[in-house]
């Protein structure tokens, strides 16, 4: 007797099975480039120890060439003075940001604000989406829009002068 063997009861052929496979494919679209510009620097401004302070950071804007969908993204470092202790240290989770409406655009397609109203702010303890265009257009675009930041100042904070970068880019 065979192990391997396949055994048929006789006048019958084996049976072919069928079996489908589904074969994926993408189409990339085309090359493109995105860039995004906002203010070098920003004066906060004063506050004490235990207030909030808000301040519109200035015009970021987002400018595409090509078919291209993008995301504009935000995020924060903290701010510190001195020696950057903890008293010296305000925490990017102080800080609270909203993009605001469109200011301007061009190109046709769907711009999406990360945050349109003060109501939506977010803190800025991660990365967040600031802007989008959802859309593909083979026409270059751009996007232009004036962001709020709040910043909630420790009762701790210690006397200086602050510094610390929030960053805009876009993918």
């Given at each position: 007797?065979?192990?391997?063997?396949?055994?048929?009861?006789?006048?019958?052929?084996?049976?072919?099975?069928?079996?489908?496979?589904?074969?994926?494919?993408?189409?990339?679209?085309?090359?493109?480039?995105?860039s995004?510009?906002?203010?070098?620097?920003v004066?906060?401004?004063?506050?004490?120890?235990?207030s909030t302070?808000?301040?519109?950071?200035?015009?970021v804007?987002?400018?595409?060439?090509?078919?291209?969908?993008?995301?504009?993204?935000?995020?924060?470092?903290?701010?510190?003075t001195?020696?950057?202790?903890?008293?010296?240290?305000?925490?990017?989770?102080?800080?609270?940001?909203?993009?605001?409406?469109?200011?301007?655009k061009?190109?046709p397609?769907?711009?999406s604000?990360?945050?349109?109203?003060?109501?939506?702010?977010?803190?800025?303890?991660?990365?967040?989406?600031?802007?989008?265009?959802?859309?593909?257009?083979?026409?270059?675009?751009?996007c232009?829009?004036q962001?709020?930041?709040?910043?909630?100042?420790?009762?701790?904070?210690v006397a200086?002068t602050?510094?610390?970068?929030?960053?805009?880019?876009v993918a």
């Amino acid at each position: 007797m065979c192990a391997n063997c396949l055994l048929l009861p006789s006048g019958q052929a084996p049976q072919a099975e069928a079996a489908a496979a589904n074969a994926v494919f993408l189409i990339p679209e085309a090359p493109s480039s995105a860039s995004v510009t906002a203010p070098a620097s920003v004066n906060l401004g004063s506050a004490t120890p235990g207030s909030t302070m808000t301040v519109q950071l200035g015009q970021v804007k987002v400018t595409s060439s090509g078919v291209m969908r993008w995301t504009a993204t935000v995020s924060a470092t903290n701010f510190t003075t001195g020696g950057g202790s903890a008293a010296e240290t305000i925490a990017r989770g102080n800080l609270s940001y909203w993009s605001g409406p469109v200011v301007s655009k061009s190109g046709p397609g769907t711009f999406s604000p990360g945050q349109p109203t003060a109501a939506g702010k977010v803190t800025l303890d991660t990365a967040r989406t600031a802007f989008s265009y959802g859309s593909v257009s083979s026409a270059g675009t751009s996007c232009v829009w004036q962001p709020t930041l709040v910043m909630s100042v420790p009762a701790s904070a210690v006397a200086g002068t602050y510094t610390g970068t929030v960053t805009h880019s876009v993918a």
